[in-house]
């Protein structure tokens, strides 16, 4: 009866597009339970296919670009079980669908057939309710001391805000092709405000293409690998664990076609990828919906758009080295003594040094010093274990998680000493808190600054003005997808390895980028962290330039092992955009109270390059059809930043939400006394450096490019002072 008044007030359409009109029960328990049967029968049928090819791939050492950024995407633990539970709604809903459309006889949509009482029970059947549910914090212990893993209990009020394996939070409505969950651009032929879109490869080419590097004349490398270093903090978007359609059963490692969750980057015609390889596209995998989104999302008072997951959480909370799941943080913890240790490697040390642990052999995507050096017998060494998937990305981002592993260690063994009173649980509690700590400060203090520059810092992120309960701090799409992707644009091509007179090493020197892409054993066997970290510190960053975009190394050779084609991480970027719904650039600029250009002239003035508007809109036609991404690292740079005044917006909106909704942020009266404080103001990386490394000199501010003579002796820089942890024995 509902669905009948539905269309008599507003017709088909409009029923269609809302989703909010469920008819009376056509449904019994026992047809939905085997539906559901069914629906998981599919699903678990396609993750073990797709799991078992991969890792099949990869053991036999014959692993594609795509099945490492397949394998590095994959959902785990506590994510995996969720996005699992939505495919499960997702695909009982298809098969009910189904079922109904040949019941009825007529192209209505089923879902409206489907009464809200069996899509509840549908979502308690699939585990999606229990996604969503509020959470009580009750019974969970010190929560007003310290931090869950998942940031659950963050926000009294919202107890998910800025937790794990929740939605990214949308700042405007998303632009889908079908208004709820198709890619823009996934029917090619499908106009975009009066005009196809390019394709994202063809934008890589014209618009990204460079033979030239320049160089930051202020920052160095470290800049660029902090920059991801924090994105692994705040964000992890991931991929559907299939590669087979799940209604068609196509490969999407095998085919062009465009089948959920196959999305494949077309290649075009004049590429030299297709010219000279005949590849017609490059496989791409959407993200995977959450729970609660789509066809389904009124029933948990969400969207009726897709929505992506964000498995970490959005607070600076070290997440990249603890975890963000409490199973993940027992697996990194040394549970055979009761000191607060992390666990290092039983295998190997780095010149005495801790390094960290591999994990369990099975599918060893980083098993490939073979294939690069060409030598059969060399020995391999399985992937080193951290708090994210992406650790062994490459070296430098392993030499950070590696070093902070050590300093986690260092501070647990100094706290115990200070008060040997403490169990192993509040050592590492409180080591962890520090941890925490120091990089607030480190983000807001040292880093943001030579991102957003001073303007955007005295606006939005100068003095802490307090907790507000009322902020969401969860990361946005558009943060996530685009704006915080800036840094890839000040990749180096090289992994610069320096000696102890920070001159290139003679015994190993520097080495191509995509030769050091999930190579833990460059680490273990050649020289440790000392020569990577001076290269960070002694080497500088790649300076984006309107005319000197990406490197190669990123954008023909991303994951290259072998003559396998690689993948393209520009196309990738604007390839997720779309797969995400991100509104266009102008709509952005408009969030952010700029300009909206609407022609060349007006574009070229935004962009102050007459030569580079002219060759957006040979692609795009209108400034409103630019992919955010692409735009925003196209603006020239905002006053002693590093991105333009888009990103600038974006970036420190989203860390001004971050720090002012979180409950345990340091500067927060009672998360640490006074004197913590004032110990914390004065944390220094140059000092974790020298704390944790045979490296004896570093510049005092490792960001900033200075010439080895304004180098620092490391006993010439303060030690972090521990004394305000000190608890006396009553």
Not at 162 to 175: A, D, I, K, Q
Not at 445 to 469: K, N, W
Request: aromatic share 8%.
């Amino acid at each position: 009866m509902k669905l009948v008044l539905c269309l008599m007030a507003a017709g088909l359409q409009l029923c269609l597009q809302t989703h909010v009109v469920a008819a009376e029960s056509l449904l019994s328990r026992s047809f939905i339970e085997k539906a559901v049967m069914e629906a998981k029968a599919t699903v678990d049928s396609a993750y073990k296919y797709s799991r078992s090819t991969s890792v099949e791939r990869v053991k036999r050492n014959a692993a594609k670009p795509s099945d490492v950024l397949r394998l590095l995407k994959q959902p785990v633990g506590a994510t995996r079980a969720a996005v699992r539970a939505a495919d499960y709604m997702d695909n009982t809903v298809k098969l009910i669908r189904a079922s109904l459309f040949k019941r009825q006889k007529r192209s209505i949509n089923a879902t409206d057939l489907i009464s809200e009482d069996d899509l509840r029970l549908i979502a308690m059947l699939t585990g999606c309710s229990a996604q969503r549910r509020f959470l009580s914090c009750r019974d969970t212990a010190n929560t007003d001391k310290y931090r869950t893993l998942s940031g659950v209990c963050n926000n009294r009020n919202n107890t998910r805000w800025g937790s794990s394996n929740t939605p990214f939070t949308r700042w405007l409505p998303v632009e889908y092709q079908d208004r709820i969950s198709l890619p823009k651009g996934w029917d090619p032929e499908k106009k975009v405000n009066k005009d196809i879109l390019p394709l994202v490869r063809e934008v890589s080419n014209r618009i990204l293409n460079t033979t030239k590097m320049v160089n930051d004349p202020l920052y160095t490398h470290l800049v660029t690998i902090f920059g991801q270093w924090t994105d692994h903090d705040l964000t992890f978007t991931p991929h559907s664990p299939v590669i087979r359609s799940f209604s068609n059963g196509i490969d999407c490692d095998k085919s062009c076609e465009r089948t959920e969750p196959c999305f494949p980057i077309d290649i075009p015609r004049d590429d030299l990828r297709f010219s000279q390889h005949s590849e017609e596209c490059m496989p791409f995998f959407r993200s995977a919906a959450a729970c609660g989104s789509g066809n389904t999302g009124h029933l948990f008072g969400a969207s009726t758009v897709r929505q992506q997951m964000n498995s970490l959480t959005a607070f600076i909370d070290v997440g990249q080295v603890y975890g963000s799941d409490d199973a993940r943080a027992r697996r990194l913890r040394d549970l055979s003594n009761d000191k607060g240790l992390l666990r290092v490697n039983e295998e190997y040390t780095d010149n005495g040094r801790e390094l960290l642990p591999f994990t369990p052999m099975g599918a060893n995507m980083c098993a490939t010093r073979g294939r690069i050096s060409n030598d059969s017998n060399a020995q391999e060494v399985p992937c080193f274990l951290a708090g994210d998937e992406r650790s062994n990305e490459n070296i430098a981002l392993t030499s950070l998680h590696t070093l902070m592993l050590r300093e986690h260690n260092r501070l647990a063994r100094a706290l115990a000493e200070l008060n040997p009173q403490w169990n192993g649980e509040r050592t590492y509690q409180e080591a962890r808190k520090i941890m925490g700590g120091y990089f607030q400060v480190l983000t807001f203090r040292d880093y943001l600054l030579h991102i957003v520059g001073p303007d955007f810092i005295a606006r939005q992120l100068s003095t802490y003005p307090g907790y507000d309960e009322s902020i969401d701090p969860s990361i946005s799409n558009v943060f996530a997808t685009a704006a915080y992707r800036f840094a890839h644009l000040m990749v180096q091509p090289f992994m610069f390895r320096l000696d102890e007179e920070y001159r290139e090493h003679s015994d190993f020197p520097s080495v191509l980028l995509h030769t050091a892409f999930f190579t833990p054993w460059r680490v273990v066997f050649e020289g440790g962290l000392d020569p990577i970290l001076r290269g960070l510190v002694g080497r500088k960053a790649k300076l984006n330039t309107q005319e000197h975009m990406m490197s190669d190394e990123l954008r023909d050779r991303l994951f290259k092992f072998s003559s396998e084609l690689a993948l393209d991480l520009a196309s990738l970027n604007l390839q997720r955009g779309r797969d995400h719904g991100l509104p266009g650039y102008n709509t952005w600029r408009k969030f952010c109270r700029l300009s909206q250009p609407k022609n060349l002239n007006q574009l070229a003035k935004v962009l102050k390059n007459k030569n580079l508007a002219k060759n957006l809109l040979k692609l795009y036609r209108k400034p409103d059809n630019i992919d955010v991404w692409i735009g925003g690292v196209a603006e020239p740079f905002v006053r002693g930043g590093r991105v333009g005044p888009l990103f600038a917006c974006l970036i420190s909106t989203q860390f001004q939400r971050i720090r002012q909704g979180d409950r345990l942020w340091w500067e927060k009266e009672g998360v640490f006394t006074k004197q913590q404080r004032d110990s914390l103001r004065h944390t220094s990386l140059a000092r974790i450096i020298c704390d944790n490394t045979g490296i004896a000199e570093v510049p005092k501010q490792p960001f900033q490019y200075q010439s080895r003579s304004n180098f620092t002796r490391c006993e010439d820089i303060p030690a972090f002072n521990l004394s305000a942890w000190r608890e006396d024995i009553r």
